[in-house]
């Protein structure tokens, strides 16, 4: 997504990052609600004197941008951001390596189309996207169908030693330790689409893949139908996102975060 290697990454590249924002005269942040999700990155930014734009498909956006395009019913910010491209009237600067990235940002965050999100428009777009000469197939193939031999390893751990259920709250829970991970040789993204294994399960209606980190655990949360999920990160994780799907964090330990999923699980079965 990056064949000129013009992106500077902040977590790798700290003090190139924060010069640029510091002199940044206009940024735009992409695919997040709120400057606090986004954590060093979003203190610089809200020091910044730069105009800021939000463009995102989130739930209750912040108010601390001078512009906001925010749609919760688009597929993804992907889409969003084509369609500020078009009212900016310039689609003729997208070029196949954007069509590129802007397909790659709609595919995945609509499941490749199959969640609810994905509208008449979204293929729309993805029609334009090909007319500039984008091959659907070949991205496609560099997200879905490129693995590693650890990563399916680490999967098929995953899956086969821990995942459970839980028949009263129709919930699965898939948590994985540092040191399990660290054994199956994991690298970020990795675990991408591991929560979306325990929402097939028939009966279930939500899924809950843990990740413990240094020194927290980060949630990923999907759901079926009616299952709030934004709203139950937001009440018990730190968290939100989407109604079927959102994402949370907790400062403890493993075993602790699983005591407190499985409370508040039966403590809110309504849900």
Do not use: W
Not at 36 to 53: M, P
Not at 70 to 97: G, K, R
Not at 193 to 207: D, K, P, Q, W
Request: proline share 2%.
């Amino acid at each position: 997504m990056d064949p000129n290697r013009s992106i500077c990454q902040f977590d790798t590249n700290r003090a190139e990052a924060e010069e640029l924002i510091g002199s940044a005269e206009v940024i735009f942040s992409l695919d997040y609600n709120t400057l606090g999700r986004v954590g060093d990155v979003g203190q610089l930014i809200s020091k910044s004197n730069a105009t800021k734009v939000l463009i995102d498909h989130h739930l209750s956006p912040d108010s601390g941008f001078d512009f906001i395009l925010s749609d919760t019913t688009a597929s993804s910010t992907a889409q969003l951001v084509f369609d500020f491209a078009a009212e900016m009237n310039m689609q003729d600067e997208i070029d196949v390596p954007t069509s590129e990235s802007l397909y790659a940002g709609i595919v995945t965050d609509t499941g490749s189309f199959r969640f609810p999100s994905t509208s008449a428009h979204t293929h729309e777009i993805v029609m334009e996207l090909m007319r500039i000469g984008l091959k659907p197939e070949s991205i496609h193939q560099k997200i879905y169908d490129t693995n590693n031999l650890s990563r399916l390893r680490l999967i098929g751990y995953a899956l086969s030693q821990k995942l459970e259920v839980d028949a009263q709250t129709q919930t699965a829970i898939i948590p994985l330790s540092l040191e399990e991970k660290n054994r199956f040789k994991y690298i970020k993204g990795d675990t991408e689409g591991l929560v979306n294994y325990g929402l097939s399960i028939e009966g279930v209606r939500m899924a809950v893949f843990m990740s413990e980190e240094l020194n927290a655990v980060k949630f990923s949360f999907r759901s079926k139908g009616d299952v709030d999920v934004n709203q139950f990160a937001r009440s018990f994780f730190n968290g939100g996102g989407h109604k079927n799907a959102a994402g949370g964090k907790l400062d403890l330990k493993l075993s602790e975060a699983i005591d407190h999923l499985k409370k508040v699980l039966h403590e809110n079965n309504e849900l």
